[in-house]
């Protein structure tokens, strides 16, 4: 469903690289965790094959399609990828269901309004659709945020452990929450956590980067 070949990123203020040499290959379905310590490339990657940052070296497929490689660079819009960012929050001053609508632009208004109801009953907040963002608790905000990334049924799923201000309790049971969802939806899927034991056992496939180098992870304890 992805593949990532050689895949080399530097930020233009960086002395050295971000992402070295990075080969990623993953199944349709698959779901994949990515683990490491903090500054390790991790969101770099996300924004990477988001096409929020182009490479310097290597080549993207998505499906069959090139999306970056031999003068290609399909943009993210166009890239069908969905997002479950920090800096891509709910937006306050709309409802839920307009939250949802929003990447739906391209449908017409009978066919948005019901893919909108179709996505908030997968994530099981059907009854929410006239509430504001703000009367949610986090848990439920990143249900709402992980509905409006499927909406327009992308072709895999980015998620970068986003809403790190709940609690750590909190955390955990929100981030297994998406794990399951994920699942049910049965999505294309590269999450990265802080917590190595849940992606053991949440995940199909975990890698770490460490200082821009990916690599299998193995975690036996
Ligand atoms: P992680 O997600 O694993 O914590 P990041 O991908 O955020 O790591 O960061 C990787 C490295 O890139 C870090 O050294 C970080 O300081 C650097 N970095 C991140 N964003 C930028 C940026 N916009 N400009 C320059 N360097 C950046
Ligand atoms: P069914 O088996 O009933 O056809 P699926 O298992 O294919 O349903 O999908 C269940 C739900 O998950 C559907 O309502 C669909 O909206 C959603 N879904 C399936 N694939 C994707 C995708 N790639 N992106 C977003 N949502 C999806």
Partial sequence: MIKLSNVSYQYDNSKT???????????????????GPSGGGKSTLLR??????KPKAGEMFLG??????????????DRG??????????????????????????MKSRERKKR??????LVNLAEYERRYPHELSGGQQQRIALARAIAPMPKILLLDEPFSNLDTFLLQSVREELFGIIRAIGITAIMVTHNPEDAKTQAD?????????????????
């Fill in 48 to 53: 990477v094959i988001a096409g929020l940052e």
């Fill in 205 to 221: 496939r975990v890698i770490q980067i460490i200082d821009g180098i990916a690599s299998e992870s193995r975690y036996e304890q």
């Fill in 64 to 77: 069959s399609e090139c999306i970056y490689g031999n003068g290609v660079f399909v943009k993210p819009e």
């Fill in 17 to 35: 690289e971000t992402l070295k040499d990075i080969n990623l290959e993953l199944e349709r379905g698959e779901v994949l965790a990515i683990v």
């Fill in 81 to 106: 990828i969905g997002m479950l960012f920090q800096d891509y929050a709910l937006f306050p001053h709309m409802t839920v269901a307009k939250n949802i609508e929003y990447g739906l632009i391209g």
């Fill in 116 to 121: 909108m109801k179709e996505v908030l009953e």
